[in-house]
């Protein structure tokens, strides 16, 4: 048995004990002041510092015990006492030892008090150590003793939840050098044979889902492992809700992987099935919440969301609607885990940006009475018999909205009642609804809000930025309203607006004007004042979507407001998406994602530009009753029907005579014996895109040249372009959308083989090449940065890229493999792969590493 010594506590005594050849492991009495030692010998000195190693087991079990007696003594305002900053070294070199020797007799008792430690110790004096610990506990998950393999699991999953961006990286390192993934996924495998205690199966799929959330390259071998699918399939259908909630959560970070999701969309109804009911309200709200986290990712875009309101949109919708109306509130106030549900039940019902069925089903399920009860909590509409007066209307509204109720909300209910206005049938009646109230009194509520942020009118300060930010998706609502392809809805904004702006529009409109003709300098293009001109800009298209105003703007100069903003944008390379402008969009799901392929929503990722031209043409429709566009007052001296003809001269070829919706000229791509050829429109059996000259002519001044040369190319029906199939489709993509389509990320370009990723690369190599002589500098520079991002994820391809770079004369990414190359130049001569390059290409890589030696 070995001594134990108790005395009083004294801070030198402490530390001349520690400094000797053993280490002292304690237990303190915080209250009376005295402090338990065991002195165990071990110590050893591996010439930086002093560790404590012992094979004896008796002794690791004795040193595990006093750990945990010590651990036991922490708490409160003793967490944060010198005494527990001090031992962490110590304790944590001796953890970390036991577990390295795997003796099976003392790991259960190592990683419950790993558990501990973890639970007990502030993060902030324990950040240091975790790295410590991620390489023994991960090398322990699958070993055969499942209490061992659920306390390393639980470890992990809280040294990850804690971990700091720096040490990602490294931990990553670690996961692929213990092959953890493999490892968690291979035990979850083994619960379909009843191997794996209910307990353990918990566990697993926790951290495995830790893992995939925090690093996406792990996503690749789960969603790809048909087995482990099977399994979770098995087990989702289990009664344990605490199963539910971690299935629910593996799959919402598979689900983070766009391809991910599609093979979990390829599950079709019985995965969606089980997903709604979750999200229902028999359900725990725990659960509930992981459902609708899973339905956000498998909606992250357009078509995944299509895909499943084309199997179960009704039930869909009818889970959203629960989620967001299901709450009770005390004084004003909602718990927070109801607080929590609601939250991601609105973020969901932001699939009504795209069209689609599920826009009927949310009239039907009574969408509008959610967003009234979530603006006007108290408001009820089933006494009042009749319809409201105006006033009484914006006595209603006003009064609502002066409660400030859930505030954090709003710009949720102002975007989904947007997306509902924007997205509604031409012919929808709200009397058949029964709904014509509500619709009102949400529309004066919007309106009102809308005016008010016109009122301000003021830059926006630090503090008021949230309020500001409401105001921007109040601001847009109303837009969109009042736009609204629904006659009832355009006309009941258009005139609830002009009713509450009347008393002093003129006013705020002149005020509108001049705010629209101040320009914040390139050096002060920020959020704030970017929001504010956006909302500025969106005030306006409302004021020239009602016809008493749009005279009134043109006299204040707005057509040359709106004009210089669109060139002040045009001139500067302005892009502002709306999700710079719209917090409320983001969540810690959005933030890591990969190997999604979302297309911008309808404003694109220019809004102040789109808001601009809109109301540009909102105020020349409004002027075509006659021959002159009057509405111009002298601003502009060309009749519409001569603006018309020149924008169809614009969409016809130069000689006139072919419409721009006919196909004129044909793109051919190098031939390719691979390639089997087949065209829908023509005969030609090499490969070729059909494409119209007008927009060649408008994209390239290279091709532009040459359509005008007045040489045989200028006449020809066809134009040979010196690149693959594979680099032609992106260049013409690029040249009708202005998107170069990216190559795979994420996931799947990490575990993609060497060979396919050079396949991958080699159209935007080509294109590089391409883009030097067809004068294409925007072309050239995606290239460029699409290819170095991708071999600086992959070193490994530097060799093979700086021939082929070489080989096409792109020297300025030559001279980057190169730098990527120099820290291996050595190794790269030994083992003669630099053989295959020619010598100036070789002086270039040794210069790099020469000069990489210099600066240390």
Known sequence: MLPLFSFQFDNFIIKSFLNFNFIALLTFNWTEGSCSFLFVSGRVYDGKESKWQCTDIEIQRHVIRSISSFLDCISGDTTHHPLVKDSLADIVGAIVWILQNKSKAVLSMATNAVVNLINVVPNSLLQSYLLDMVHPLSSLLLLHQVDVSISCATALNMIFSNLSVKGERKVWDILIETESVSRIASGIREFSDGVMPIECFKGMASLLSTIL????????????????????????????????????????????????????????????????????????????????????????????????????????????????????????????????????????????????????????????????????????????????????????????????????????????????????????????????????????CACISFVDSIRKGHQICQNDVADTLRSEAASRAVMMMIYSPCKYIATKASDMLYEILRPTSKEHLKRLMHMLKIRPSMDNVGMPNMLQTSINLVALVCYSGIPQYQSHIVENGGIHALMDLIWWCLRNDIHIGRLSLAPHLHNTLSERTCCWICKEDWEGNNILLLYGLWGLAELMHSGSSGNTVEIFGGQVDYTEAQFVSTLQGICSDNSGTSPGIKWDVMLEAKANESISWTCTICSKSVPHMHCHKVVLWSRCDYLRALLQSGMRESNSQTIKVPVSWEAMIRLVNWLYTDELPRPPSGCLWINMKSEERLAVLQPYLELCRLAEFWFLEEVQDISYRVIVSCVDSARHLSIKIIKIAADFCIWKLVEVAANFLAPSYRQLCQSGELEALDEEVIDMIRTASVRLSQEG
């Open 213 to 444: 959330h925090r690093w996406p390259p792990s996503r690749y071998t789960v969603w790809n492992d048909a087995k482990l699918l099977e399994v979770l399939e098995v087990m989702r259908v289990k009664p344990d809700f605490s199963v539910k909630v971690a299935v629910m959560k593996l799959y919402t970070t598979i689900a983070l992987c766009g391809n991910g999701a599609k093979k979990l969309l390829e599950k079709g109804e019985s995965l969606l099935h089980i997903m709604v009911l979750c999200m229902g309200r028999s359900h725990p709200i725990s659960v509930r919440i992981e459902g609708f986290r899973l339905a956000q990712c498998l909606a992250k875009n357009e078509e995944g969301c299509l895909k499943m309101m084309s199997l179960c949109c009704d039930p869909f919708v009818k889970a959203i609607i629960d989620g967001m109306s299901g709450w009770t509130s005390h004084s004003g106030k909602i718990a927070n885990d109801q607080m929590s549900l609601l939250l991601e039940a609105c973020h969901l019902a932001l699939i009504s940006r795209w069209a689609g069925e599920h826009h009927d089903c949310l009239w039907e399920h009574g969408i509008d009475r959610v967003l009234l009860k979530l603006l006007l909590h108290d408001f009820q509409d089933e006494p009042l018999q009749q319809l409201l007066s105006l006033e009484e209307q914006l006595s209603i509204a006003r009064e609502g909205l002066k409660a400030n109720f859930l505030l954090g909300l709003r710009p949720y209910v102002w975007d989904l009642l947007g997306w509902l206005a924007i997205h509604c049938r031409e012919d929808f009646n709200p009397n058949i609804q029964g709904c014509e109230l509500r619709i009102g009194i949400l529309i004066t």
